[in-house]
């Protein structure tokens, strides 16, 4: 099984800041199957950015996802307060489809 | 518009059972790969079970092998997931997740139900 790591745990920022997400996996992700989901409390996740970089229609272009082989990043620019939640990195490139534990990102 | 709805959860004892329901509209249901994925209190989501939308694919993680079974029935929209065996780490938030088209397994999950809390405790 293809182990996800998230850092970091938390990440404290201030609106307008730009926060960086960390997902390491322990193996290759195939094909970089690589997706995003955003889940804020008491939400269903909502699926934000697949193929590592390639965002759902609607998501705002200040999500952006970048990575390839077992490192990839999720950058959010310009923290509005909407962004405030938990982000899991999801791969799909083998099975069994594996999550990261998630980052919260908090309001600082 | 796309809508997945849970039910059928609730508090059920170790060694006890339930049964969960998902049922969606909006969507071709046949052509979905339907999903449970679960989420413990103050945990992850942890992939639990899928289902190809002719139904001859099944997919369980391990630790519900025997235990749990999925099943749909197509003309009703509704796909099931049969619990046996509860066990207290079976408790969790229990979302139906739609994949649309025939990739199996399914590789994301489109559309996502709010969830039905499951409680294993005596």
């Known amino acids: 099984e293809n182990v996800l790591t998230q850092s970091p745990g938390t990440l404290s920022l201030s609106p307008g800041e730009r926060a960086t997400l960390s997902c390491r996996a322990s193996?290759?992700?195939?094909?970089?199957?690589l997706a995003w989901y955003q889940q804020k409390p008491g939400q269903a996740p909502r699926l934000l950015i697949y193929?590592?970089?390639s965002r759902i229609g609607g998501i705002p272009d200040r999500f952006s996802g970048t990575g390839s082989g077992t490192d990839f990043s999720l950058s959010i620019n310009r923290l509005e307060t909407e962004d405030f939640a938990v982000y899991y990195c999801?791969?799909?490139?083998?099975?069994?489809?594996?999550f990261g534990p998630g980052t919260k990102v908090e309001i600082k | 518009e796309v809508q997945v709805l849970e039910s059928g959860g609730g508090l059920a004892q170790p060694g006890g059972s339930l049964r969960l329901s998902c049922a969606t509209s909006g969507i071709t249901f046949s052509s979905c790969g339907i999903n449970w994925v679960r989420q413990a209190p103050g945990k992850g989501l942890e992939w639990v079970a899928s289902?190809?939308?002719?139904?001859?694919?099944?997919y369980y993680t391990d630790a519900v092998k025997g235990r749990f079974t999925i099943s749909k029935d197509n003309s009703e929209n509704t796909v099931y997931l049969q619990m046996n065996s509860l066990r207290a780490e079976d408790t969790a938030l229990y979302y139906c997740?739609?994949?649309?088209?025939?990739?199996?397994?399914?590789?994301?999950?489109?559309?996502w139900g709010q969830g039905i809390l499951v409680t294993v405790s005596s």
């Open positions: 193996q290759i992700v195939f094909n970089n199957y």
């Open positions: 193929g590592a970089s």
């Open positions: 999801q791969q799909y490139g083998s099975s069994p489809r594996t």
């Open positions: 289902i190809s939308g002719g139904g001859d694919n099944i």
């Open positions: 997740g739609l994949r649309y088209g025939n990739d199996w397994p399914p590789p994301l999950i489109d559309y």
